[in-house]
């Protein structure tokens, strides 16, 4: 008979305890405005790949995600490529999907992770194998997002694994589910939210936002419930260089919600990669104003060196220092 | 050989009144052209016909309305059948009045053929 | 019902290459009702392949038959004959069928025509589709009868993803989102509030177990074989 996890997370208030060693959750706990980067490992076993592309976060974000085969397509481990990070300096949060692993692997996943410093961990369902380039794979679904979120806050709190087991030493990581604002069906979104918050996830990032109206409605729905206080929510920016990468998104990616005149503003632009910079620093700006949103996860997408430009130019240089 | 499946409101009369009946052909008389199954068009290439035919009344006077389309859908799929397990054999449905032995004999590929005295073309 | 549908031809005609006394045997079930293994599909399949012979300018001999259903002895009983006489079969049931026939009349040898897919519902006009994953443990009430297992490409429990829009899987516009029409039902049915309620990690085993499931009805069954 399945229940109502009620554990809630108090943790997003001010002042809470650390329920973590995460750095994130120190900046964010300290009431700083939180920035996230994101890092999309190689197809390949090139360690330097990640070297390079940390350069550009370092001293500029508070963590930065390492993407988990995203879109179905083969890359590098997330897990070991924060590993790398680490190793330059960089907050990692690494992601999870449920496609690939079951739950044997994935807590097994977790623990590795942990020994290696890792702090922190975004748990999704992951883009369906159709998509990428092994669409002949089994998929697994062990379990979904929500019951993994779920399980690593039981591991956490309660130091068991799903079956029960007692671990001596818990993987006691910061952890984050994601969200979409802009998916249908558009009444549920909330109530998948609150699912998220109710099963323990600490942290909320959401997809890359380019409907302000629409994400600030959503905003305050989150804010009626209340849920702005029981979970810090990082809002999801993606920079783009061009009207194409618009288009693209809107025709080929499942609940985005892309605005006619950012469309044409950047098609109209001179310089077309300035005004991406531009228009990604105002939606910071925007995103900053809005009460209940407590960072931002910006997205580079094979745009790394943008970064740094962004977030200097929306004034959040210095990152803080936190104990 | 030909065989031809042909109804008795249409094509079987107009074969009945062909001066010379052509050689090489079998002729089955149906009630109705778009009843025949696949089956039947399948045996027929299975006992050596290379061609199928399903003669029907023309669209408009079938007394069961719609036995050319019926007998379209089959041929069709009746076709597929045979390509698949790559046989040259090939069906056809042809619309006919009951007294068109010229459109008959173009049809069975021999050109135009005298009709019987007192006939006219449809 | 079972739905299954006919293998690729090439692959038909090469598994039955040396057998020339071949019994071609269909189910009067399931895969009568998906328009894949009944009667009518027998003797169409028996006739192209005599025809596809008779290109190659080599001969068969086919025994046509259907059986009632042939998941069960008192039907596949009556094969016996048919089986005696011919060197092989291609049988054109479900997998169970097929694998059911060959251990009866071991080592009689028994290929299978179908593909066998999924437990599906007939939509009208020919077409089949998924509604049941054979789980073990049917959820269907708590979500409005829609299972969640099949029709959600991701099996996601407590749904939906986010790539759901418009009513649509993120696959493609011509897969509803099994989430959003949960969503829907359970909201027809006055029941949003059960939309929060977190369905728990599964227990898979009794979805796929160590080997074959067994079902064992105690009060009539006498099964004199122990499970494993």
């Given at each position: 008979m399945p229940e109502t996890n009620t554990m809630g997370s108090e943790a997003a208030q001010e002042g809470s305890p650390h329920v973590s060693d995460s750095r994130l959750e120190r900046v964010l706990r300290a009431s700083h405005f939180a920035v996230c980067g994101e890092l999309g490992p190689p197809?390949?076993?090139?360690a330097d790949v990640i070297v390079r592309k940390s350069q550009h976060f370092r001293g500029y974000a508070d963590a930065v995600n390492l993407t988990d085969n995203q879109t179905a397509v083969v890359r590098m481990s997330s897990i070991a490529a924060a590993k790398l990070c680490i190793d330059q300096g960089l907050e990692p949060v690494i992601q999870m999907t449920c496609?690939?692993?079951?739950r044997i692997a994935i807590q097994s996943d977790i623990l590795g992770a942990a020994a290696l410093g890792i702090r922190n961990v975004l748990c999704l369902s992951g883009d369906?194998?159709?998509?990428?380039?092994?669409?002949q794979a089994k998929c697994v679904?062990?379990?979904?997002s929500i019951q993994l979120v779920g399980a690593l806050r039981r591991m956490r709190d309660?130091?068991?694994?799903i079956c029960g087991d007692e671990t001596?030493?818990?993987?006691?990581m910061f952890i984050a589910a994601a969200c979409n604002?802009?998916?249908?069906p558009y009444e549920a979104r909330v109530h998948r939210l609150a699912k998220k918050v109710a099963v323990g996830a600490d942290f909320i990032q959401t997809q890359a936002i380019y409907d302000m109206g629409k994400f600030r409605h959503f905003m305050g729905l989150v804010r009626d419930r209340g849920l702005h206080q029981r979970v810090f929510i990082l809002a999801g920016i993606l920079p783009v260089k061009s009207a194409k990468a618009l288009v693209f998104m809107r025709n080929n990616v499942a609940g985005m919600s892309i605005p006619d005149d950012l469309i044409d503003r950047m098609k109209g632009a001179e310089n077309p990669e300035e005004e991406g910079i531009k228009l990604a620093i105002e939606q910071v700006q925007e995103l900053r104003?809005?009460?209940?949103?407590a960072g931002v996860h910006i997205m580079?997408?094979?745009?790394?060196?943008?970064f740094p430009r962004i977030v200097e130019g929306a004034g959040l240089l210095p990152r803080p220092e936190v104990a | 050989m030909t065989v031809a499946f042909a109804c008795k409101n249409s094509g079987a009369g107009t074969l009945g009144r062909m001066a010379i009946e052509p050689e090489d052909l079998k002729a089955i008389e149906v009630?109705?052209?778009?009843?025949?199954d696949v089956i039947h068009l399948l045996r027929a290439v299975e006992q050596g016909a290379q061609r199928v035919l399903v003669l029907t009344c023309r669209p408009g006077v079938c007394r069961s309305i719609e036995g050319y389309c019926h007998a379209e859908r089959k041929v069709a799929r009746a076709n597929a059948l045979l390509q698949e397990v790559g046989s040259s054999a090939r069906v056809e449905a042809h619309a006919i009045a009951a007294n068109e032995p010229g459109l008959l004999a173009r049809i069975l590929g021999e050109g135009d053929r005298p009709a019987a005295e007192g006939d006219t073309e449809g | 019902m079972i739905v299954a549908h006919r293998k690729p031809m090439e692959e038909i005609l090469r598994s039955i290459?040396?057998?020339?006394k071949l019994a071609l045997c269909g189910c009067n079930s399931c895969v009568a009702v998906c328009l894949s293994g009944g009667e009518r599909e027998v003797r169409i399949l028996a006739s192209q392949i005599r025809i596809a012979r008779q290109e190659a300018g080599r001969l068969i001999e086919i025994e046509e038959l259907v059986l009632?259903?042939?998941?069960e002895p008192e039907f596949v009983e009556k094969a016996a004959e048919v089986v005696q006489r011919t060197d092989g079969m291609l049988n054109i049931s479900c997998g169970v069928g097929v694998g059911y026939m060959a251990e009866v009349y071991a080592p009689y040898r028994v290929i299978p025509g179908l593909n066998t897919t999924f437990y599906g519902v007939g939509l009208g006009e020919g077409v089949f589709e998924e509604r049941c994953?054979?789980?073990?443990?049917?959820l269907l009430d708590r979500t409005g009868g829609v299972c969640p297992i099949i029709r959600c490409a991701k099996s996601?429990?407590?749904?939906?993803?986010?790539?759901?829009q418009d009513g649509n899987?993120?696959?493609?516009?011509?897969?509803?989102?099994a989430w959003q029409l949960i969503w829907d039902r359970l909201r027809d049915q006055g029941?949003?509030?059960?939309?929060?309620v977190v369905e728990p990690v599964k227990d898979w085993r009794t979805a796929t177990a160590a080997g074959p499931r067994r079902l064992a009805q105690?009060?009539?069954?006498?099964?004199?074989t122990e499970p494993a």
């Open positions: 197809q390949s076993a090139s496609r690939d692993r079951n369906h194998q159709s998509m990428g380039n092994h669409p679904h062990d379990l979904d309660e130091s068991v694994f001596k030493n818990p993987a006691r604002p802009f998916g249908d104003q809005i009460e209940g949103v580079p997408a094979l745009w790394e060196a943008a | 009630p109705c052209g778009g009843r025949v | 290459e040396g057998i020339d009632e259903r042939s998941c994953g054979g789980c073990g443990d049917c996601i429990l407590n749904g939906p993803c986010g790539g759901s899987c993120e696959i493609s516009k011509d897969m509803p989102c029941r949003e509030e059960d939309f929060h105690e009060e009539i069954a006498v099964d004199r």
